[in-house]
């Protein structure tokens, strides 16, 4: 008998043993648990590949490193940019003191919304309200990029997909704004699904978004030189996106793998690699 042969017989062995002790129902439920936790353990080199690569994505993003964001800053473009779009589009360019830049309907804008954007300044609080009575949309810069001509331009370029005459890029853009990441201890089948859809609507709004922001700059008189640094500061943002939606997809296949009460562990592991 081989040594292959030998183990195979030895394994076998086990298994109607334990049937014998604890009955086919709680030796198969003992059996499948063994093999979905190794499964899952398994994963754990890629979950972790994959929120390390989303975190230098998002410090990237923000100018971290050699190869970080880069602010293009020319007055000239920025203005013209508003000049050329914000009345086509009926939207109003505005600061914030949010840590992200923005866009949102008129609609949509309320106390609670400036609060998060930080704005609680009476005087500000009263130009942006009069200033939703004008336009359909309002743009809110954050303060480390309000000067930055691609952040301006890709803002301009959401409006631009909200006011398509396209219905799906409309309906992109309505759906891609509710989509959110994960809750660590979410699983199964009908996440993977709708978390996948969600993520894909989201890069595809984020990318049209950037491919107007690029013509934007463009037609505004942005240099070679400043078309490239754009067009790169674009691509690592949009990165971010991507990014997440590999890490979400991987931990939800990893979560649903696993059996449920070693979930949270799971999670505990991932939110200590962050």
Do not use: F, W
């Not at 198969?28 to 929120?51: C, M």
């Amino acid at each position: 008998m081989t040594d292959i042969q030998q183990r195979q017989y030895g394994l076998l062995g086990n298994i109607g043993s334990d049937i014998k002790r604890s009955g086919i129902k709680r030796s198969y439920k003992r059996y499948v648990g063994r093999a979905r936790t190794n499964l899952a353990k398994s994963l754990r080199p890629k979950v972790d590949e994959a929120i390390k690569n989303r975190k230098s994505a998002e410090r990237l993003s923000i100018g971290v490193g050699e190869d970080g964001y880069r602010e293009v800053m020319n007055p000239k473009v920025s203005n013209k940019i508003i000049r050329n779009n914000a009345k086509r589009l009926d939207a109003r360019v505005m600061k914030s003191n949010s840590s992200a830049s923005s866009m949102r309907k008129s609609s949509e804008i309320d106390d609670q919304v400036l609060k998060s954007e930080g704005i609680t300044n009476p005087r500000n609080v009263r130009k942006i309200m009069n200033a939703t009575k004008k336009n359909r949309h309002i743009v809110m810069l954050s303060p480390g990029y309000s000067k930055s001509t691609d952040t301006l331009a890709h803002e301009l370029g959401h409006v631009q997909n909200a006011n398509s005459k396209n219905p799906i890029v409309k309906v992109i853009h309505e759906v891609s704004g509710r989509n959110k990441r994960i809750n660590p201890e979410d699983r199964g089948i009908g996440n993977i699904i709708k978390n996948s859809i969600s993520h894909k609507l989201r890069i595809n709004e984020e990318a049209r978004a950037s491919r107007n922001a690029m013509k934007m700059l463009k037609k505004a008189g942005a240099t070679e030189d400043q078309l490239k640094q754009n067009e790169r500061n674009l691509n690592l943002a949009l990165n971010t996106y991507k990014t997440a939606a590999k890490e979400d997809r991987i931990k939800l296949i990893r979560n649903t793998i696993q059996i449920p009460s070693r979930v949270k562990k799971d999670a505990i592991k991932d939110q200590m690699k962050e």
